[in-house]
C-alpha cells in the first residue's frame, strides 16, 4: 500500500500568517494516464470533511485562492496564506492514483 | 445543491451484519462513481470503498475486502454498503462522497460494533 506522511502533526500559526504542510508518499502519484490523483481536505470541527484542491494543484470551486497546493511525484505541499479563524482544523491528503487508495494521517491546524 | 444523506447505522454485535444507505440528490447521480470512507471515533480517515456509475469497477481496501459489499441503485439514487462479520475495529462513522477526488460528502452515519 502507499503510505501517505504528513508533516507536521499540527501546526500553530497566528492569524494573517502563513502555513505549510507536507505529504509525502511512498511511491510515485503520477499515474499512467499522466495525472496526479492527489487532493487536499479540510475537516473542520464536528463537520465532514471538505475537498480543497484536487490533481496536487487544482483548487475546487469556492475554495479561497489562499490555498494552494503544488508538487509532483512523492512530494506535495498545502499552502494556506493569511490564516484565517475558518481555516482550523485537520488537514489531510489522500492518493488515488493506485489502489488501494490512502489517506495521510493528518494535520492540525491551530491558533497560536 | 447536492445532498447526500447517509442512514442506518447503529449498534450492533460482532459477527453481525448492517447496510448503510446514502440517498444523493441535486445531481446526475449515474453519471458519478461513489465511495464509502470511515473515520474511527478521534482518528483520522480510511478509504473503505469505491463503485463506479454503472458499477462495472468496484474496489475495497484489504481491511473490509470479502465482508463489505458496495452497490448502487441508480433509478433510486441510492448507495450501499453491506457489512458482514461486523468487527469491533469496524466502529467508525461512514461517510458517502462523490467522485474519486470526494467533491461532496455526506453528513456521516455512526457504527458501533460492540456486545
Known amino acids: 500500500d502507499v503510505v501517505m506522511t504528513q508533516t507536521p502533526v499540527s501546526l500553530s500559526v497566528s492569524l494573517g500568517n502563513q502555513a505549510s504542510i507536507s505529504c509525502r508518499s511512498s511511491q510515485s502519484l503520477l499515474h499512467s494516464d499522466g495525472n496526479t490523483y492527489l487532493s487536499w481536505y479540510l475537516q473542520k470541527p464536528g463537520q465532514s470533511p471538505q475537498l480543497l484542491i484536487y490533481l496536487a494543484s487544482n483548487r475546487f470551486s469556492g475554495v479561497s485562492n489562499r490555498f494552494s497546493g503544488s508538487g509532483s511525484g512523492t512530494d506535495f505541499t498545502l499552502k494556506i496564506s493569511r490564516v484565517e479563524p475558518e481555516d482550523l482544523g485537520v488537514y489531510y491528503c489522500f492518493q488515488h492514483t493506485h489502489l488501494p487508495w490512502t489517506f495521510g494521517g493528518g494535520t492540525k491546524l491551530e491558533l497560536k | 445543491e447536492v445532498q447526500l444523506v447517509e442512514s442506518g447505522g447503529g449498534l450492533v454485535q460482532p459477527g453481525r451484519s448492517l447496510k448503510l444507505s446514502c440517498v444523493a440528490s441535486g445531481f446526475t447521480f449515474s453519471n458519478y462513481g461513489m465511495n464509502w470512507i470511515r473515520q474511527a471515533p478521534g482518528k483520522g480517515l480510511e478509504w473503505v470503498a469505491y463503485i463506479s456509475s454503472g458499477s462495472s469497477y468496484i474496489y475495497y481496501a484489504e481491511t473490509v475486502k470479502g465482508r463489505f459489499t458496495i452497490s448502487r441503485d441508480n433509478a433510486k439514487n441510492t448507495l450501499y454498503l453491506q457489512m458482514t462479520s461486523l468487527r469491533s475495529e469496524d466502529t467508525a462513522l461512514y461517510y458517502c462522497?462523490?467522485?474519486?477526488?470526494?467533491?461532496?460528502w455526506g453528513q456521516g452515519v455512526m457504527v458501533t460494533v460492540s456486545s
Open positions: 462522497a462523490r467522485r474519486t477526488t470526494g467533491d461532496y
